[in-house]
């Protein structure tokens, strides 16, 4: 193993078979699910099945990159450039045995119904 000390130079050590193990431990990830609501509008269209889906207009708006398992899903809903669009998604983040996000993925569910807006009352 290599790394950096504090003062810059380069330092090794080497690790016992229990140490190894124990790295492949720490770097052993599961899965966290989650399902959410994603609402904006389509910024990217792929082929390959995926959309790029910004909920604002300023330019450092949150946006999500969504993967569809079928394509051809993607494909029937004949969407375009600029569309608001409202999707159910799987939310997975990937935690190491720290808690640590590794990765994180969105995939497509289904629509979810548009939320409406309450009546005011006067």
Sequence with gaps: MTWYGADGDMR???L???GRRY???LRETRPRDQEIIISG???ELRESGWVKVKRGTARNAQAYDVHFEEPEALLRMRPGLGDNV???VRFRQRLDA???ARSTGYTYLGPA???STLPLES
């Design 23 to 25: 790295v492949e431990r």
């Design 86 to 88: 409202h999707f159910r």
């Design 113 to 115: 119904a548009e939320q």
């Design 98 to 100: 720290v808690g640590i």
């Design 41 to 43: 509008r389509i910024t």
């Design 16 to 18: 016992t078979g229990r």
């Design 12 to 14: 090794r050590a080497q």
